[in-house]
T-cell receptor
């Protein structure tokens, strides 16, 4: 199994630009989570899906952030417009109901 | 408001000694706790967990202790090895599908 796949691994963009992060969960996993890692707040849960349906988006910082999961094998996290304070490492994780979460390698986002 | 707190951002331990990483939580509804380990440029990986019905769980060199009355858990690594150098995240669940993570503790094991 290839594990959770995230792309791109690194993204550098300018303030105001749209950023799209991508995630492919492990096949057969019906939960998908998006996290953001910062020094101050550690790993914050942004949103999670169950069977492609968003269950809890209370961690999404503001309307500039949106996430979709059009099918069981793909999810996106979009930031529009991006701001320097969005700079962080974004992780995607997937799991089944009875298993622990498996994380992808993360996308390091830098907004200049 | 941080419901899961790791108050030590870093810890340095000599190889062969015991490493003790601490975690405090505020939500009494948490009933399942996990530790994840993270190497640079990689995602966190699951290390060990404990249910609130237990006060200790052991897996090889790793032992997690839970003190429910103090809302405190700790991870003991004995003996510590250089390969244990990583960031360790404590996480908690209240029975829902999501985990609440702490800010992490960076462990460095030196020879």
């Amino acid at each position: 199994d290839a594990g959770v796949i995230q792309s791109p691994r690194h993204e550098v963009t300018e303030m105001g630009q749209e950023v799209t992060l991508r995630c492919k969960p492990i096949s057969g996993h019906d939960y998908l989570f998006w996290y953001r890692q910062t020094m101050m707040r550690g790993l914050e849960l942004l949103i999670y899906f169950n069977n492609n349906v968003p269950i809890d988006d209370s961690g999404m910082p503001e309307d500039r952030f949106s996430a979709k999961m059009p099918n069981a094998s793909f999810s996106t996290l979009k930031i529009q417009p991006s701001e320097p304070r969005d700079s962080a490492v974004y992780f995607c994780a997937s799991s089944t109901l009875t298993d622990t979460q498996y994380f992808g390698p993360g996308t390091r986002l830098t907004v200049l | 408001d941080q419901q899961v707190k790791q108050n030590s951002p870093s810890l340095s331990v000599q190889e062969g000694r015991i490493s003790i990483l601490n975690c405090d939580y505020t939500n009494s509804m948490f009933d399942y706790f996990l530790w994840y380990k993270k190497y640079p440029a990689e995602g966190p990986t699951f290390l060990i967990s404990i249910s609130s019905i237990k006060d200790k769980n052991e897996d090889g060199r790793f032992t997690v202790f839970l003190n429910k009355s103090a809302k405190h858990l700790s991870l003991h690594i004995v003996p510590s090895q250089p390969g244990d150098s990583a960031v360790y995240f404590c996480a908690a669940s209240d029975g829902t599908d999501k985990l609440i993570f702490g800010t992490g503790t960076r462990l460095q094991v030196f020879p």
